[in-house]
Every structure is written in C-alpha cells, then in structure tokens.
C-alpha cells in the first residue's frame, strides 16, 4: 500500500497460490455431491405431454389434468372433494371417479412409478416426487 497525499492506492500483487485458484475452484466443483436427482416424472403444460424416465406417456384428458395436478403441488394432501372441485367442476359423479382414475394413472405410470401417487388413507392422494433410478 502507498499513501500520496490524502489518497491511498492499493497494488494487488498475485500470490503464488493465485494460480491455482481456478484448479482447486473445478476440484471443488466436481467433488462437491450432486443435488438431488431430478424428478423421472415430467409433465409439459404448454404440449400437454407427460414423460416418465425418458418414455412420453399418452394419458386422456382428465388423467393427464389429474397428474398435473398432483405435480403441481407435491407432498400436498388433496381431499377427493378438492379434487372433484378443481377438475371436473360441476360433476355428479361420487368421490369413488377419483379413486378409479387414480387407479388408471397409477398403471400407466408403471410398477417402477406408481407410488409416486401415495393414498393417504380416509383422506384422499398426494404426489410424492420420485427419485431417478
């Protein structure tokens, strides 16, 4: 540091491990854990698709609404009552329709994938984010 007059000017000189600051800062980076595994189930508003480990899934009108749903909101407990009033308002079915297509999505997500859509006994489903793999 050099002090002119009522001034102060700092010089930066390069320290000798200065150079490698890049190296450890990619080290780091690469032994640091990964986040966690992104979701396999995926579901595209806009095109109204839904892909499940790679796999584009074809649903109908009201599975692919319902699975939105759920992913919408995961670990979130939704009542058959709340279910019925938010996708197919105005219906006279029983609550028993969503269990049926809970069902039916249940199958065509797979064996591997099912549970991601949990019952949560005297109330109603939740999603429940799978893990890749």
């Given at each position: 540091?050099?002090?002119?007059?009522?001034?102060?000017?700092?010089?930066f000189a390069p320290s000798p491990e200065q150079g490698a600051i890049p190296?450890?800062?990619?080290?780091?980076?690469?032994?640091?854990?990964?986040?966690?595994?992104?979701?396999?189930?995926?579901?595209?508003?806009?095109?109204?698709?839904v892909h499940v480990a790679g796999r584009q899934l074809?649903?109908?009108?009201?599975?692919?609404?319902?699975l939105a749903y759920f992913i919408s909101r995961p670990?979130?407990?939704h009542a058959r009552?709340?279910?019925i009033a938010a996708l197919w308002p105005g219906?006279?079915?029983?609550?028993?329709?969503?269990?049926v297509h809970v069902a039916r999505l249940r199958r065509r997500l797979g064996p591997q994938y099912r549970k991601?859509?949990?019952?949560?006994?005297?109330?109603?489903y939740k999603y429940v984010p799978a893990l890749a793999g």
């Open positions: 540091m050099r002090q002119t007059s009522s001034e102060v000017h700092l010089v190296e450890r800062a990619a080290a780091m980076a690469a032994a640091a854990p990964p986040g966690p595994p992104a979701d396999p189930v995926r579901v595209d508003l806009d095109a109204r698709t074809e649903l109908p009108k009201l599975e692919f609404d319902l670990l979130h407990v009552p709340q279910l219906s006279t079915g029983s609550e028993r329709t969503v269990d991601v859509i949990a019952t949560v006994v005297g109330v109603g």
